[in-house]
């Protein structure tokens, strides 16, 4: 069995909610999840989306993806009245944009690749999903009012991970198909995108809430389905991101267990079912490899090695390493050389 070398500190998420969205483009929410999520730079032209339907900038909520240089983006587009000229042109981008309609569209035109499509009157809740690749446009003839999700494939594989999913290859929906579901969560972040109303945390799990169904209704993410008294994938990658950090922090095993919503007594057991050896054990092991590589690359004292691998003392380690190894650290470092 192979081990994994010790890591920087398991990451903390940062979580912010601005006070106020300024009106440029610039005005956003940028929330992070406790999960891994960071900071990350919205492409161009999602940050001008209203721009391209002739509407002045408005604010955008998103949740960023730290371990995908991606963001999750909702915006509103809101018009009162018709506007007679087709939205600008988009590049092409791998990112999919989903326009969910708050009210009836009574009538519209749109293009993808250059070639009109066969559209007709979308009811409240009316669901398009497009692919920016196709360098879409739409030409509103009447007054609108929508939300528009914007979800990079980047983001799409990152949500696949998250719940030990198969990746996506495409969000595919007929349009103007009625999903009451989606109009639900997306009527829970109009205070948010109105006045900025409603905690951070609360505007997070919506649009996660909102992608994850989305991805689940029209990409088929589906959850694989973990051994039977084990671990899922996601919680066993974490659970050994947990252990690794704890040489650092000092979490302990109950907060490990709580920090994947586990009691220690089945935390233990599934552990041991999915890696094949208890925490502790798995952990010991990891010291040791790291201490080996140590020993082997390195002139650090046996000391500095200690403290570095975890140990409580010198003594601490050759007791451990001898137990384990067969020799002391400092015989088995001469016999290399």
């Known amino acids: 069995m192979s081990y994994p070398a010790l890591q920087a500190d398991y990451p903390a998420a940062a979580l912010s909610l601005p006070h106020?969205?300024?009106a440029d483009d610039a005005a956003d929410l940028s929330v992070s999840d406790s999960a891994g999520l960071g900071s990350y730079k919205t492409s161009?032209?999602?940050?001008?989306?209203?721009?391209?339907?002739?509407l002045p900038a408005g604010p955008r909520l998103s949740v960023d993806c730290r371990h995908a240089?991606?963001?999750?983006?909702?915006?509103?587009?809101?018009?009162?009245?018709?506007?007679?000229?087709?939205?600008?042109?988009?590049?092409?981008?791998?990112?999919?944009?989903v326009l969910l309609q708050l009210v009836p569209l009574l009538h519209h035109r749109a293009w993808r690749e250059g070639?009109?499509?066969?559209?007709?009157?979308?009811?409240?809740?009316g669901v398009s999903?497009?692919?920016?690749?196709?360098?879409?446009?739409?030409?509103m003839t009447t007054a609108f009012d929508m939300l528009a999700i914007c979800v990079p494939r980047a983001a799409l594989n990152e949500l696949s991970r998250r719940y030990d999913a198969r990746l996506i290859s495409t969000l595919a929906c007929p349009d103007g198909k009625v999903d009451e579901d989606a109009l639900r969560l997306g009527a829970?972040?109009?205070p948010a995108l109105k006045n900025s109303t409603g905690g951070a945390f609360f505007v997070e799990h919506v649009i996660l809430a909102l992608c994850t169904h989305i991805a689940q209704r029209y990409g088929g993410l589906e959850q694989q389905v973990r051994m039977?008294?084990?671990?899922?994938?996601?919680?066993?990658?974490l659970a050994k991101e947990m252990l690794l950090a704890s040489i650092r922090d000092g979490r302990s095993l109950r907060e490990i267990a709580m920090g994947l919503g586990l009691s220690p007594g089945y935390f233990l057991q599934a552990f041991r079912q999915s890696v094949g050896e208890t925490p502790h054990r798995w952990l010991t092991a990891?010291?040791?490899e790291h201490a080996k590589r140590l020993l082997a690359e390195s002139a650090m004292p046996l000391v500095e090695i200690a403290m570095v691998c975890g140990f409580s003392d010198q003594s601490h380690l050759t007791r451990v390493f001898t137990q384990h190894v067969g020799k002391p650290p400092g015989a088995w470092r001469r016999d290399l050389r």
């Open 20 to 22: 106020a969205f300024p």
């Open 44 to 54: 161009g032209q999602i940050a001008q989306l209203a721009r391209r339907f002739h």
């Open 69 to 97: 240089d991606a963001s999750l983006n909702v915006t509103r587009l809101h018009s009162p009245s018709d506007d007679h000229r087709p939205t600008l042109p988009f590049d092409p981008e791998d990112t999919f944009l």
């Open 115 to 125: 070639r009109e499509a066969s559209i007709g009157a979308y009811a409240a809740g």
């Open 129 to 139: 999903i497009v692919h920016l690749e196709q360098q879409p446009r739409w030409l």
């Open 188 to 190: 829970c972040l109009l």
């Open 228 to 237: 039977r008294g084990g671990l899922s994938p996601r919680q066993e990658r």
């Open 286 to 288: 990891c010291r040791l």
